[in-house]
């Protein structure tokens, strides 16, 4: 069928498509959309912490302490803040996601091609589709080849629909319901031809839209890492509700007041009620993601952040992602002649050559965005009188797309007057085979690839066939059954991208092996490869792996990182290959059939801009810029992401030791009691930013990337990580509690409450700066930049000098203002708390640098 070229339609003009988008609205489905502050404070409020907060402030107004309660709730609104700020930061990252990730399309208008995004998409916008595309609204196709669209998301058949070209004029809107063959749907997926379509219905209009606004209905759902830390925190709560209770019983039976009774319950549960685990859990993914965004990475799926720490394997294709694929034609071969790229082009090509380029411009698309096609059209205009001159009256009639069992492509042309002529282009080999060369007619041509591969270069063959057009003006079904004859070889340069040996050398020092796949021929592989820094075994090429039982792969695998002639259909046998031997995978790909592996893959990274949106949807990660050095720093990023992320949560979880035993202890040894739901509340002021803001601003730390991956089963807290927290807990807890004793026989009972107080309010302090840091010691680690750490820190301390020196203040928190030299001992005695630690980092340190160079690569 022919096909009639986009080029010649003008299309939609910019002005026409703005009004119709402000008359219509944007083509997106109804949605939930972003949360606004008033739903985050609504959902916040709910949090067992605000309950208890807000009961304790009514506690205070009916027991007749309306100072205290104003205070209280005061307070509360204080802490609601920073919640705002912390989860708006957060939604504000998201929803800047969101709209890096939206799809793009596109689009005709102004006569021009132009990439759009997908929600400014209007009605008759004509949209060129390909193999992969999703279709981005409701339309009629108008012109097209062999395209085929899954519908199963609309009809939950999963056999593609055959589409057919209908005539041009208004679009209107279709159902799937009425079988209208020219009829393409939103949201379904182009399997396999291209196609010109017309928009006649975007959005909720679109016959999706129903489905859009029952989506919109439900509510997003947490993750597992979340719902775990959900769990934690309610069984913290449910054991924080039990010793409360039980510290209310004990305190009525020893005699003491109501109102004393409860105050005490209220501080004890809300000091073990570990709220910021959530705050850690929703607030640093998403910032991290925004971090990934500014390194060409785009977040699909957030718990790829946390596995990229733990990836000991990377599959990466060769073509665009470890190149530049920018390609350009670097040799011509054909019956004995050569060209090499840089040659003269004032003189004509030999007959032999200039036959050759021209078959392979025919076997190539003008229009598209193959980068081979694209370099064949520009050789050809740089040499004017091989490239088909006078045939401009020549129309495409038919395409052979390439399949699993023949890697080449053909095209047929009518030629007039009966006549047609068939081009292909392909793998040498299956250019022999389609030519039907015996092995010895083959052997020459074959040979001659082998040279021109081992130089770097891609190869394509090329071959044309005569055809005469049938009475009925149909054209064979299979491409076999022309006659091809062979004419030669084309040879494509694509160079390396720069900084990728440096990656991959990277990549090995962090313990993780980088497995090159491609399509390509061994000797360029090979090439590419060396140039790459992989290593230099025998590529494992994919009739291999064809040949391989599941044992024999790993095997394979396991002795090169260098796979050729692979099959997109294959990455999936190697990625499960993979993960049975244990290696946590990441793979690459930009196909429709590379889907499959990308979902297989522990984490699976598209191609931005030559993806397809099928591979982009099956994808965690998606590279805007197609380059692996960026899959390294995304592994960078996602390893300083949880690094972070696991020293806040050891903060967490020392900060709420000394906080729940000064709430619990006094009551239990007889002595005046410390702390009140009021002063939790303070704590929390200095805890929340700290562990949300101080600990997420943390740069990275020296020898990140020289680290081996760690399990991918891992906990975000192991045991030798949770005994260190409640170690460094307990040492602050200790301090803290003999500094309240010897305040106790030194000092009246509201002056040794402010000096515990003191000691307590800096030990928390001390522990944010003795857990900056895995590596260094708390003195090493203030000369690290964080202008956060230092803000939280300097705050927490102003507000300790105001609420134990103004008075009004103080009598609120039942403080008498102990001397400036005291101050300063209760001060300096819990910032010292820490201390010990240092001695534990150094030994570490030590025993790191006694410990053999090389970095194990640790399993799943």
Not at 69 to 74: E, K, P, T
Not at 412 to 438: R, S
């Amino acid at each position: 069928m022919a096909i009639r070229d986009a080029g010649a339609t003008a299309g939609l003009s910019s002005a026409e498509a703005a009004r119709r988008l402000a008359r219509d609205g944007p083509n997106a489905l109804p949605s939930g959309g972003r949360r606004g502050w008033y739903a985050i404070a609504w959902q916040a409020a709910r949090e067992p912490m605000f309950v208890l907060l807000f009961g304790a402030g009514l506690l205070y107004l009916l027991l007749g302490e309306p100072r205290e309660g104003i205070l209280m709730f005061a307070l509360v609104v204080a802490t609601l803040g920073m919640t705002l700020y912390e989860e708006g930061k957060a939604e504000r990252a998201l929803a800047a996601l969101r709209d890096l990730s939206t799809p793009r399309a596109l689009v005709i208008r102004d006569g021009c091609r132009r990439q759009v995004d997908s929600r400014d998409v209007v009605v008759g916008d004509l949209c060129v589709l390909g193999e992969g595309d999703r279709v981005p609204a409701d339309g009629l196709l108008l012109s097209g080849q062999d395209l085929q669209a899954d519908e199963s998301l609309l009809t939950g058949e999963s056999v593609p629909v055959q589409k057919c070209p209908g005539p041009a004029g208004p679009a209107y809107p279709v159902q799937p319901a009425t079988g209208d063959p020219s009829a393409l749907f939103a949201g379904t997926l182009v399997v396999r031809g291209h196609g010109l379509v017309q928009v006649s219905a975007t959005g909720a209009a679109s016959a999706i839209g129903g489905i859009g606004r029952s989506l919109a209905e439900l509510a997003p759902q947490r993750s597992p890492l979340q719902q775990q830390m959900a769990s934690v925190i309610a069984r913290f709560g449910l054991a924080g509700g039990a010793l409360s209770l039980l510290l209310v019983a004990y305190h009525l039976a020893q005699g003491g007041a109501l109102l004393q009774a409860l105050l005490a319950g209220l501080a004890l549960a809300l000091a073990m009620l570990p709220e910021e685990f959530a705050v850690v859990l929703a607030l640093f993914p998403a910032l991290g993601a925004s971090r990934l965004a500014r390194a060409n990475v785009l977040t699909r799926n957030m718990s790829a952040i946390e596995t990229l720490g733990a990836t000991t394997v990377l599959c990466v294709d060769k073509t665009g992602t470890l190149t530049e694929n920018r390609m350009s034609v670097a040799a011509l071969y054909a019956g004995g002649l050569a060209w090499q790229a840089g040659t003269a082009v004032v003189e004509p090509l030999p007959d032999a050559l200039a036959a050759l380029l021209d078959a392979g411009m025919l076997a190539s698309r003008a229009d598209g965005f193959e980068p081979m096609d694209q370099a064949l059209h520009r050789l050809g205009a740089a040499f004017p009188d091989a490239a088909g001159g006078g045939r401009g009256d020549w129309t495409l009639a038919r395409e052979y797309g390439m399949s699993a069992q023949l890697r080449a492509v053909a095209h047929g042309w009518h030629a007039g007057a009966g006549q047609a002529t068939v081009a292909a282009k392909g793998a040498p080999e299956a250019i022999a085979d389609l030519c039907h060369l015996a092995p010895a007619a083959a052997a020459p041509l074959l040979a001659a690839a082998d040279a021109m591969a081992a130089r770097g270069l891609r190869v394509l063959a090329v071959a044309q066939a005569a055809h005469a057009i049938r009475a009925d003006g149909r054209w064979p079904d299979a491409v076999h059954d022309f006659d091809f004859a062979p004419l030669g070889l084309v040879g494509f340069a694509d160079p390396l991208r720069a900084g990728v040996a440096e990656a991959v050398g990277e990549c090995r020092a962090a313990g993780m092996r980088v497995i090159m796949i491609t399509g390509d021929y061994p000797a360029t592989a090979r090439e590419i490869g060396r140039q790459a820094g992989l290593a230099g075994a025998e590529p494992l090429t994919g009739t291999r792996i064809a040949e391989l039982d599941e044992a024999g792969l790993a095997r394979g695998l396991a002795r090169t990182d260098l796979c050729a002639r692979v099959a997109p259909e294959q990455k999936l046998r190697i990625v499960r290959a993979l993960q049975r031997a244990g290696e946590v995978v990441g793979m690459t790909g930009d196909g429709v059939n590379d889907a499959p592996a990308l979902q297989a893959a522990h984490v699976g990274i598209a191609m931005g801009r030559r993806g397809t949106d099928v591979a982009r949807e099956a994808a965690d990660l998606v590279l805007t810029d197609d380059h692996f050095a960026s899959i390294v720093r995304a592994v960078r990023l996602g390893r300083h992401i949880y690094a972070n992320m696991r020293k806040a949560m050891v903060y967490i979880v020392a900060v709420h030791v000394p906080t729940a035993g000064l709430a619990l202890l006094p009551m239990m040894l007889g002595w005046p009691l410390v702390l009140y739901p009021v002063h939790i509340v303070f704590l929390e002021l200095v805890i929340d930013p700290a562990c949300a803001l101080a600990f997420e601003n943390e740069e990275e730390e020296a020898g990140l990337m020289r680290r081996p991956p760690r399990r991918r089963d891992a906990p975000l807290i192991d045991r030798g990580t949770l005994a260190l927290a409640l170690a460094q807990g307990l040492a602050a807890l200790a301090v803290v509690v003999c500094a309240y004793a010897w305040a106790l026989a030194a000092l009246p009972a509201p002056q040794a409450r402010a000096f515990a107080f003191a000691a307590l309010v800096a030990a928390n302090v001390g522990l944010i700066f003795g857990n900056r840091s895995q590596q260094l010691t708390v003195f090493a680690s203030l000369r690290l930049p964080n202008r956060i750490a230092w803000l939280v820190a300097g705050a927490a301390l102003a507000a300790l000098v105001a609420v134990l020196y103004l008075e009004p203040l103080a009598a609120l928190f039942r403080f008498a203002a102990p001397s400036p030299l005291h101050a300063l001992a209760a001060v300096l005695l819990g910032l010292c708390a820490v201390l010990p630690f240092d001695l534990l980092k150094v030994a570490r340190r030590h025993a790191r640098a006694a410990a053999p160079g090389s970095i194990p690569r640790r399993k799943t």
